[in-house]
């Protein structure tokens, strides 16, 4: 019984690998990770002053709201369009500036890529995360906040 248990297993895997690379399968082959430039932490601290930056948190909306860097706002792959730019904030922006959790979050690194391939050229990512910002002594914003 095992066995026949087996191939329906794997099938689920499959099913549920699909389902979460499926916002990637967007993006085309042209646009990879060495296309995103990094964005170091002098231009995040300018960032919460600058009105021409937008700061996206690409963790889940629970994790944005438990503390993010100031002035963020929290976006995810299924928010951006490939087919039409329909934010007006990130068209209107000089450098927009995509950060999540930590150096490995794929959550910022597919983010990124979905808005350079829906032609947001001035993205750029903070590979440190909010674990490097608040590591380095940096306040974060909370709602009550």
Same mark, same amino acid.
């Given at each position: 019984m095992a066995q026949n248990q087996q191939? *329906? =297993?794997? *099938? +689920? %895997?499959?099913? %549920?690998?699909?389902? $979460?690379?499926?916002? !990637? *399968?967007?993006?085309? *082959?042209?646009? =990879?990770?060495r296309d995103l430039k990094p964005a170091e932490l002098n231009r995040i601290?300018?960032?919460?002053? =600058?009105?021409? @930056?937008?700061?996206i948190d690409a963790r889940t909306p629970s994790a944005f709201a438990k503390g993010h860097i100031p002035g963020a706002v929290n976006l995810n792959i299924a928010d951006v369009n490939l087919r039409s &730019?329909?934010?007006?904030? %990130?068209?209107?922006?000089?450098?927009?500036?995509?950060?999540?959790?930590?150096?490995?979050?794929? $959550? +910022? @690194?597919? !983010?990124?890529? &979905? !808005? $350079?391939?829906?032609?947001?050229?001035? @993205? @750029?990512?903070? &590979?440190?995360g909010i674990d490097d910002w608040t590591g380095l002594g940096n306040q974060i914003q909370t709602p009550d906040r």
């Amino acid at each position: 019984m095992a066995q026949n248990q087996q191939p *329906a =297993s794997r *099938a +689920a %895997l499959v099913v %549920l690998g699909l389902a $979460l690379i499926q916002p !990637l *399968a967007a993006c085309e *082959a042209n646009v =990879s990770e060495r296309d995103l430039k990094p964005a170091e932490l002098n231009r995040i601290l300018e960032a919460t002053q =600058s009105p021409g @930056t937008v700061l996206i948190d690409a963790r889940t909306p629970s994790a944005f709201a438990k503390g993010h860097i100031p002035g963020a706002v929290n976006l995810n792959i299924a928010d951006v369009n490939l087919r039409s &730019r329909n934010r007006p904030e %990130l068209i209107a922006a000089d450098q927009i500036i995509v950060y999540g959790q930590n150096p490995g979050d794929p $959550l +910022a @690194t597919g !983010l990124a890529l &979905r !808005l $350079l391939e829906a032609g947001y050229g001035a @993205t @750029t990512i903070y &590979r440190g995360g909010i674990d490097d910002w608040t590591g380095l002594g940096n306040q974060i914003q909370t709602p009550d906040r």
